[in-house]
């Protein structure tokens, strides 16, 4: 892996934590200021879901990063993965 995909990785990885835990603060600050509101069920459940989507960004720019790359085993292993990563959370929301 070079160098250049494994900073983008951790990019990935970063911006992802810290927008979820931007939006999961956000939504406890709005429990306590609007408790049972709309608002902190959207900011609570939308900051979980970055939160679990993160990880799942993070393979897709590892398949498009080792398509780059022209790893052609990588990008097969990597897309296994992306694809059982889709199926579980479509199967989890039905």
């Given at each position: 892996m070079s160098e250049r995909l494994e900073r983008t990785l951790g990019q990935v990885l970063t911006v992802g934590t810290?927008?979820?835990?931007?939006?999961?603060?956000m939504g406890l600050a709005a429990t306590f200021l609007l408790p049972g509101s709309i608002v902190t069920q959207v900011l609570l459940t939308v900051g979980l879901l970055v939160l679990l989507l993160t990880p799942v960004a993070r393979?897709?720019?590892?398949?498009?990063?080792?398509?780059?790359?022209?790893d052609w085993w990588f990008v097969l292993y990597t897309s296994v993965v992306l694809v059982l990563l889709i199926a579980s959370f479509v199967a989890a929301f039905r």
């Open positions: 810290r927008i979820s835990t931007a939006v999961l603060a393979v897709a720019v590892s398949v498009v990063g080792y398509l780059g790359e022209r």
